[in-house]
Nanobody, 124 residues
């Protein structure tokens, strides 16, 4: 079964760090790009970061570039999002998604497979 399963979201305090995981099952993802998006109520999904399946060519939302790191573990077929110095503005449901498009990676419409999402809440 081809699917993406996110985990790692929880309640943390401002300034804390958190690592999200996205486990990709199946051989379907070779050649894909995996992305992280986030969404708050009444707003669309916002691009956060993406990386090629081979672990190269990472891209980031400008506002998280200095705090978040996306990486891929080949042995585990898992993509991680390391988030440091979290603020309440980072509170959202975080989704992992896959695209086979060759451009426009910040556009959620280019991603054809999505996980179920994991809630990250940053609050004191």
């Amino acid at each position: 079964q081809v699917q993406l399963v996110e985990s790692g979201g929880r309640l943390v305090q401002p300034g804390d760090s958190l690592r999200l995981s996205c486990a990709a099952s199946g051989d379907f993802f070779r050649g894909a790009r995996l992305g992280w998006f986030r969404q708050v109520p009444a707003k669309g999904r916002e691009f956060v970061a993406s990386i090629r399946w081979n672990g190269q060519s990472a891209e980031y939302l400008d506002s998280v570039r200095d705090r978040f790191t996306i990486s891929k573990d080949d042995a585990q077929n898992t993509v991680y999002l390391q988030m440091n110095n979290l603020s309440p503005e980072d509170t959202a449901v975080y989704y992992c998604a896959a695209t086979w498009a060759n451009a426009d990676y910040h556009n959620p419409g280019r991603y054809g497979l999505w996980g179920q999402g994991t809630q990250v809440t940053v609050s004191s």
